[in-house]
């Protein structure tokens, strides 16, 4: 079994030939760097490509291979597709909720038209595709504790509507071209090595490195808003196994996953455990407050469960305790 984010790995070790080659767009956002560790452990350091539009600092060039790609340029994604030999793709390139809301064309290229070309390269060449959906999928006319798979979704940010059509795109090629597509919707996903950038559960990134550095916090979302949120750990897992998963396991293709929620105050509470010191201060960013409440409080995640074995290990005591050690050590 692999250590990498808490990832196990199934008994069976993949001979050379069965193994994936995967691609991660958007390699440099909150996730790719954790989960191409992981996959690399299962499938070997060269059989996963980590690329982005930006340079990288070095030690992500020590750990693996990394190239350029850019989403919205059809042919470099075919060539890298071609010339690497991939067969499994993640697509992590997003714009997220806070900043689509601030550039909508900016998000409706990326989101929307990126999508276009990932969709068409993964069918023209037979590709297992995971892409995330998020809690963003949802909008205020959607149940909301919990939101089951199926329901109302109506959501009012670009970055959601981007979401609802991602969704929907991949099963419509699901079922009319035979396309391996995958997705789950995350909650807010906590990290203490990378940052978000620009959505709206950002918040409860930022205050455990506040509590450590400073012991104070600036708060943009009221003391009262209950979101669903997961360890990066709980993520990559959920994400491994997803993708590990035998396709006749998969009764759907967009499956909720669910770990903890808590407010602002759940959070600082917790922390204030281990941290009596810290404060938290309060000055609400209208977009995101906004964004928040149309929001979920928690996702029904049962057929997850059921159909391929998700189970999340981190609640909010051993998130605090995970976060503020790490923010910690890194620190010294
Ligand atoms: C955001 O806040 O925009 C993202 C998300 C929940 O999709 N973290």
């Not at 996959?39 to 070997?44: A, P, S, T, V």
């Not at 890298?80 to 809301?101: K, M, P, T």
């Amino acid at each position: 079994t692999s250590a990498a984010h808490g990832v196990r790995t199934h008994a069976s070790s993949c001979t050379d030939s069965d193994k994936p080659k995967v691609l991660i767009t958007g390699g440099l956002g909150q996730l790719g760097v954790g989960l191409a560790t992981s996959l690399r452990r299962r499938f070997g350091k060269f059989n996963v490509i980590l690329s982005d539009i930006r340079k990288p600092p070095n030690h992500v060039y020590k750990n693996g291979p990394f190239i350029f790609s850019d989403i919205l340029d059809y042919k470099n994604l075919r060539q890298i597709v071609v010339n690497n030999n991939i067969s499994w793709l993640v697509h992590y390139s997003a714009v997220l909720s806070a900043v689509g809301e601030h550039n909508v064309a900016l998000a409706k290229e990326v989101n929307i038209t990126g999508f276009h070309n990932i969709l068409d390269i993964a069918t023209e060449h037979g590709l297992r595709v995971f892409v995330p959906s998020t809690i963003s999928a949802l909008g205020p006319s959607s149940p909301k504790d919990p939101t089951p798979d199926l329901c109302v979704q109506r959501p009012r940010t670009i970055y959601g509507v981007s979401k609802v059509h991602a969704e929907l795109m991949g099963e419509y090629y699901h079922q009319r071209y035979g396309l391996d597509f995958r997705c789950l919707r995350y909650p807010g996903i906590i990290s203490a090595d990378s940052q978000p950038g620009g959505g709206t559960t950002d918040y409860a990134v930022q205050i455990f490195h506040a509590a450590v550095k400073s012991g104070q916090f600036e708060c943009n979302l009221r003391s009262d808003t209950r979101l669903p949120m997961m360890y990066i750990d709980d993520c990559i897992r959920a994400t491994m196994e997803f993708l590990e998963a035998p396709e006749d396991a998969l009764v759907s293709r967009t499956y909720n996953i669910n770990a903890m929620s808590f407010t602002p105050q759940d959070l600082t509470r917790e922390i204030q455990k281990v941290l009596s010191d810290f404060t938290v201060t309060y000055n609400v960013d209208p977009v995101r407050q906004v964004i928040a409440d149309g929001w979920p409080k928690a996702l029904e995640d049962s057929a997850a469960r059921q159909d391929w074995g998700w189970r999340h290990e981190y609640n909010l005591p051993e998130l605090v305790q995970t976060m503020l050690t790490h923010i910690t050590l890194g620190n010294k």
